[in-house]
């Protein structure tokens, strides 16, 4: 039995994605550079820190943090269905979190398509406050790419032009392995340290 209102999200990405980013790994031009961190392909640029976040429990790299010109980009590459997208939901559930948490939060169209802003509440020692965040993602062909977007880039105009650039000379290698939508696609360590 099947209810005819419940219809699979639609694939939430700018029209020009497969040309201007993020590219799957099929689109991606082969003799760029790129740092590969199995999920994510990073395109090296002046001025840009990589780091890879890892789980303390399990000691799996679950997220890349890019820092460039003040602004941070947190990405995190998910399987996701072919025929659907995930942004829609992932939005909703990110509303909520920032909810619970005693946060306020926005939606709003940007760059990339319909976004976040949020201002979340942070603890630093006795410090505490709230900090501002946009939350991007973008859902392409069996993967879904979501952003963190902290820093300069929540608020200054040309810091954001920089990291939504960033954002978009991502790549995104989903691979031939079956997967569950939502699970992390695996990140791994660069093979050659030191040459971003």
Do not use: C, H
Not at 5 to 12: L, N, Q
Not at 41 to 47: M, N, Q
Not at 101 to 113: A, H, K, Y
Request: glycine residues 10%; proline residues 8%; without cysteine.
């Amino acid at each position: 039995m099947t209810d005819a209102s419940i219809t699979p999200a639609e694939k939430s990405s700018p029209e020009d994605r497969a040309t201007a980013g993020p590219f799957d790994d099929s689109e991606a031009n082969p003799v760029r550079p790129y740092i590969d961190l199995g999920a994510i392909k990073v395109l090296p640029r002046e001025g840009l820190n990589l780091r890879l976040e890892v789980e303390e429990q399990t000691k799996r790299i679950v997220a890349v943090g890019l820092d460039l010109a003040g602004s941070t980009l947190q990405v995190q590459a998910f399987a996701a269905p072919r025929s659907s997208g995930l942004w829609d939901e992932t939005r909703e559930q990110i509303r909520q979190q920032v909810r619970q948490q005693g946060g306020r939060v926005e939606e709003r169209t940007g760059p990339l398509g319909r976004e976040l802003l949020a201002e979340v509440p942070v603890t630093a020692g006795q410090e505490s406050g709230m900090r501002l965040a946009r939350f991007v993602g973008v859902d392409g062909p069996r993967w879904f790419l979501r952003g963190v977007i902290g820093g300069a880039a929540t608020g200054d105009v040309d810091a954001a032009a920089e990291v939504e650039d960033l954002f978009r000379s991502l790549v995104v290698v989903r691979g031939t392995t079956p997967m569950p939508p939502r699970d992390l696609i695996p990140l791994k360590m660069p093979a050659t340290p030191g040459s971003a």
